[in-house]
Every structure is written in structure tokens, then in C-alpha cells.
């Protein structure tokens, strides 16, 4: 049992579980759109998404105490390494636009996590992206939906058209909604200063807004001009159980309750697609 969950909290502290989340919402872009089974971009979006969450959630650590790094931590330093390898040798294989694409969300994810502007811009010393109060979410959000609905659009030089653009800020709009368990769960660590959503709204308040949130994000599949039944069902299931999941988060939350469940649900998502398919 022990080593089972080593093994599960290394899966999850080495970001395999949220970059395959990230995988499966850019799969489900390639299924909405009719592409075919992109092996280069979905696997880059993996190896991405382990090698940028893994240097903002780790940075700090290995910067300032690499000579008596735990053994775990270690562990990670060395999959990163392989997986940054992995997203060089697939990235590759990308088109040039898809690269200039990649590039600007690499800079913002890169800015996230280092120091760059000046003191008085920020809440604490990290004089990061992230230190900047009530942006966290909207950035990763933004991050999210440039990477599973841009790339592989641009990938496959598909044209900019509505459902394009409503499939982008549906995606926008989910991953918000996956970020409140998170932020709820945070309240009793985030500084005040930080002004996240619960801090501003209350838990309650959060709440309400995710189920608003995923009703907006629900009834944007009315307007687009290509859908079908069984997308809706499965719309509409997702949209439920995500919705529970929001409401029955709190602050003493299991510890894989949002990093492990909530963030399962793309996968999940993934899953409903292709039984229905």
C-alpha cells in the first residue's frame, strides 16, 4: 500500500496526470474538428506540458537547495530532463507557424515562474507572473486553450471560423472552472494579497460562479454551426459532474481531491468522446 501511493504522489508531483489532461483536451480539439490521430503534436503537448509545470513548480527549489535535493525531487529532475528531450524531438516535427505559436506561450509560461519586472508591481518577492494578484487563473487558462485548441488548428492549417473560436472560449471558460477547486482548497495558504477568487467572492460566491460558468459553457455548443446529439450528451454529462465536483470542494479537501479527481476529468472528457465516437 506504501508503495502504491509513492507511486501515485510521483505521478502526480512529476505533472504526468495534468499533462495528460492537457493531452486530452487536445485530442478532443482533433476529434471536434475531424483531424486525424496527430502523433507529433499530442505527444509534444505531453512532454510540454511535464517539462513547463515541472519548471514553475520547481524552479525555486532547485535553484536554492540543489546540493541536498530529496530523493523525489531528484526523481523528477531527471524525468523532466528526458521529457524536455521528448518535447525538443517532437516539436521538431511541428510546422513553423505551430512553432511561433508554441514560442509565445513558452515565454509566458517562462515569465510565470522567473523573476522579471519591478518590486513594486508584486504581492511578495517572487516578482513573477504569478505573484500578480487575481491573474493566476486567467493566465493558466489562457495558456490552456492556446495549446489544445490553437496548436492544432494552426497544425493542420485549418481556417479561423466561429465554431473555431467558440470551441476556444469554451475551453477557456472549463479550465477556470477546474482551477476553482484549487483555489478554494488554497485559501487557507494564499496570502491576502493575492486576491484570488475566494478571496474576493467568498466559497460560496466561487461556487456560484462555476456553475455559471459551466452553464455558459454548456450552451456555447448551440451556436456553433456544426454539433450533433451525442457531442451535447456527452457536453452535458461533463458539464454535471464537473458542476458536483465544484460545489462539493472545501477548503479541507482530501489531498487528491482537486490534483487528482477534478483534474482527471479532461481525461474523463477524452474518454466519453471516443466510447461515443
Known amino acids: 500500500m506504501k508503495l502504491v501511493k509513492q507511486l501515485l504522489n510521483f505521478y502526480l508531483n ?11 483536451l487536445t485530442y478532443i480539439t482533433l476529434l471536434e474538428f475531424g483531424f486525424s490521430y496527430e502523433e507529433n503534436v499530442l505527444n509534444f503537448v505531453f512532454y510540454a506540458s511535464v517539462t513547463g509545470y515541472n519548471f514553475v513548480k520547481y524552479f525555486g527549489v532547485a535553484k536554492f537547495h540543489h546540493r541536498r535535493l530529496a530523493n523525489w525531487l531528484k526523481a523528477i529532475q531527471v524525468f523532466s530532463f528526458f521529457a524536455f528531450i521528448l518535447m525538443c524531438y517532437y516539436g521538431l516535427q511541428l510546422s513553423l507557424m505551430t512553432l511561433m505559436c508554441i514560442a509565445g506561450f513558452g515565454v509566458v509560461t517562462f515569465l510565470y515562474a522567473i523573476p522579471f519586472l519591478p518590486k513594486e508591481l508584486f504581492l511578495d518577492q517572487q516578482n513573477n507572473l504569478r505573484s500578480i494578484g487575481g491573474l493566476k487563473i486567467y493566465l493558466i487558462g489562457l495558456v490552456w486553450m492556446g ?4 496548436l492544432p488548428i494552426i497544425e493542420n492549417e485549418y481556417a479561423v471560423c466561429t465554431d473555431v473560436i467558440i470551441t476556444a472560449l469554451q475551453r477557456y471558460v472549463y479550465v477556470l472552472v477546474l482551477m476553482l477547486p484549487f483555489e478554494i482548497r488554497d485559501l487557507q495558504y494564499d496570502s491576502l494579497k493575492l486576491s484570488t477568487v475566494p478571496q474576493k467572492i467568498g466559497v460560496k460566491g466561487t461556487k456560484l460562479m462555476g456553475v455559471i460558468l459551466l452553464f455558459v459553457f454548456f450552451v456555447l455548443e448551440f451556436f456553433k ?8 450528451l456527452v457536453l452535458l454529462m461533463l458539464s454535471i459532474l464537473t458542476g458536483v465536483l465544484v460545489l462539493l470542494s472545501s477548503k479541507k479537501q482530501n489531498v487528491y481531491y482537486a490534483s487528482f479527481w477534478v483534474e482527471a476529468l479532461p481525461i474523463l472528457w477524452l474518454i466519453l468522446m471516443l466510447l461515443f465516437d
Do not use: G, M, N, W
Open 14 to 24: 512529476s505533472s504526468i496526470h495534468v499533462a495528460l489532461s492537457v493531452y486530452a
Open 147 to 150: 495549446v489544445t485548441v490553437c
Open 225 to 232: 454551426d456544426e454539433t450533433h446529439q451525442i457531442k451535447i
